[in-house]
């Protein structure tokens, strides 16, 4: 059993979250040689074989210089166990390394190979059950390992897409291979991936844990974990820079609050409040994370009113105060959500562009009466009236359901009112 490599890239590679099978370490430029014994179709007896193979074989181990005489010694080795240029279809040897052919700014020159073997590593004496095994199917192939390493590097450095100096390297990875990559970097991140995201959570924040991470801690000024069923777990997270700048863009001035889902694979929100700087450019001041109750079958309506005033009301009275002045933004931007309008003693500017995203009715009359409709509902606050608005206009439109080629239109027109209702107009609203 023996392995060959021609070529840096294999220097230094000590992945030791691949799961190793049986394997010898062997010194190699402060790295470790990996034998991916498990990805061979092999039964018990084989198996028990290859473990004492390698538990009690002698390892070969030698560097090689580029000269022509240390080459030729290397090239004879090689020949001798089948790894010679001639023999390269074994699992170590389909690996293939891929150079561009363009030198981009920020990545390594071009390489052309020259084929010098620089070590041999591997055990070269092959017991009895080796020499009389033949090969049947060639084993999987695994992902190379300095792949692994190189892919863990940048996710470390938070290496960007576009950026020629760090996203010059692509990847080809399966499915599976994914999954794994971003298991390693939890781990390397010391998160306990068997357990739920929560219980990492409250491990981190609590001072009493032998996992407790200050770092984090210094930046969640208020943390409610899931003690319930009907209880959601809340984080509200603000450095120490997020908080001046949430005194110097949004005391007295405006503050944009929005909001959205689906940022992991649980059922969380994101709750995210913005200030504007002097490039007119979005600053985050803090972020708001909480989980849908049980029973919401939608995670979008997970939260109401009284979440927003909780989570709102621990943000103001961590901030304190300044100059004996509390926190108090003038304007406040959101979405068209009316659960997002309370809020006293701020003026609310409502996004009208999801309003206005109503679909095309061939009859523009329908359509020019739904506009006015939402205009008059827009600016409405009293439940009464807005209802007494929508019936008006319900009943209308069912009169204009008889006249000739209306059908269609004010059947689409008749299902808006039913959106907005439902949607827009609870009484808990």
């Not at 230094?12 to 394997?23: K, L, R």
Request: overall charge negative.
């Amino acid at each position: 059993m023996a392995s060959g490599s021609g070529d840096p890239l294999f220097s230094g590679v000590n992945i030791t979250s691949i799961p190793p099978a049986p394997e010898k370490s062997v010194f190699q430029r402060g790295g470790e040689i990996k034998v991916h014994i498990r990805f061979l179709h092999t039964d018990q007896a084989q198996q028990d074989a290859i473990a004492l193979a390698y538990e009690h074989g002698t390892p070969f181990f030698k560097l090689y210089t580029s000269d022509s005489s240390a080459q030729s010694r290397a090239q004879g080795i090689l020949k001798d166990n089948w790894l010679d240029i001639g023999n390269l279809g074994d699992l170590g040897n389909r690996w293939s390394i891929r150079w561009s052919s363009q030198n981009i700014k920020g990545s390594e020159q071009r390489h052309e190979k020259n084929l010098n073997i620089l070590r041999i590593a591997g055990i070269i004496s092959h017991n009895e059950e080796c020499c009389k095994q033949i090969m049947q199917q060639l084993p999987a192939i695994p992902l190379h390992e300095h792949v692994w390493q190189t892919a863990i590097e940048q996710l470390e450095q938070g290496a960007s897409e576009w950026n020629p100096a760090t996203a010059n390297v692509r990847y080809e990875l399966l499915p599976s291979d994914s999954c794994s990559l971003y298991q390693q970097f939890s781990r390397r991140l010391g998160v306990d991936i068997t357990r739920e995201a929560q219980y990492n959570i409250d491990d981190w924040l609590n001072k009493d844990s032998p996992k407790y991470k200050p770092e984090i801690a210094a930046a969640v000024f208020y943390y409610q974990g899931r003690i319930a069923q009907e209880k959601s777990l809340q984080v509200c997270i603000q450095t120490d820079e997020m908080k001046q700048a949430t005194w110097k863009y949004t005391h007295q001035k405006q503050l944009i609050l929005d909001w959205t889902f689906g940022i992991c694979d649980r059922r969380i929100l994101l709750f995210i409040a913005l200030g504007v700087d002097e490039n007119n450019k979005g600053v985050p001041l803090i972020f708001f994370l909480f989980s849908a109750p049980t029973g919401n079958r939608a995670t979008h309506a997970g939260y109401d009113m009284d979440i927003l005033h909780e989570l709102l009301v621990h943000w103001r009275d961590s901030l304190g105060k300044k100059d004996d002045v509390g926190f108090a933004p003038c304007v406040a931007i959101t979405e068209s959500d009316t659960k997002e309008r309370g809020a006293p003693h701020i003026d609310l500017a409502i996004y009208m562009a999801h309003f206005m995203q109503v679909p095309y009715f061939p009859k523009l009359q329908i359509q020019s009466r739904l506009y006015a409709l939402e205009e008059q509902l827009i600016i409405s606050i009293n439940y009464t009236s807005a209802t007494q608005i929508v019936d008006e206009e319900r009943s209308a439109l069912t009169w204009l359901k008889s006249l000739p080629d209306m059908d269609i239109a004010v059947t689409a027109g008749l299902a808006h009112i039913k959106y907005l209702t439902e949607t827009w107009m609870p009484v808990s609203l």
